[in-house]
C-alpha cells in the first residue's frame, strides 16, 4: 500500500510564503511524475504542478512565477513552495504520485490565506 504523507499547510497572510511536503513511501525509480493539485470549498480539484522522473516541470498558469515545485528523490519526496500567496489560493492541497502501479493521493494539507 502506497502511502503519501503531507505536511506544511496552516494559515498564511496574503502575500506569504508557505512551503508543502509529500513524502512517498514508494520507490522513485517507480515514479513517472509527483505532483500537486487543489481542491477549494465547492470547486472541483484542479491541477497545480507537477514534476516528472526526468525532472521537468508543469505549472497552471495561475501559480506560475510564484510557486515552485522540487524532489528529493533520496526522501522521495517532492516539495511545493508557495510565494505570495493570495485569498483566492484558499484550499485543500493534495500530493499526487503517477507511478507504474497506478495514480496515488495524499489525504490533503489545509492552506487557509486569510488576513
Known amino acids: 500500500q502506497v502511502q503519501l504523507v503531507e505536511s506544511g499547510g496552516g494559515l498564511v497572510q496574503p502575500g506569504g510564503s508557505l512551503k508543502l511536503s509529500c513524502a512517498a513511501s514508494?520507490?522513485?525509480?517507480?515514479?513517472?511524475?509527483m505532483g500537486w493539485y487543489r481542491q477549494a470549498l465547492g470547486k472541483e480539484r484542479e491541477f497545480v504542478a507537477d514534476?516528472?522522473?526526468?525532472?521537468?516541470?508543469n505549472y497552471a498558469d495561475s501559480v506560475k512565477g510564484r510557486f515552485t515545485i522540487s524532489r528529493d528523490n533520496a526522501k522521495n519526496t517532492v516539495y511545493l513552495q508557495m510565494n505570495n500567496l493570495k485569498p483566492e489560493e484558499t484550499a485543500v492541497y493534495y500530493c499526487?504520485?503517477?507511478?507504474?502501479?497506478?495514480?496515488?493521493w495524499g489525504r490533503g494539507t489545509q492552506v487557509t490565506v486569510s488576513s
Open positions: 514534476i516528472t522522473s526526468g525532472g521537468g516541470t
Open positions: 499526487n504520485v503517477n507511478s507504474v502501479y497506478g495514480i496515488y
Open positions: 514508494i520507490s522513485i525509480f517507480t515514479v513517472n511524475a
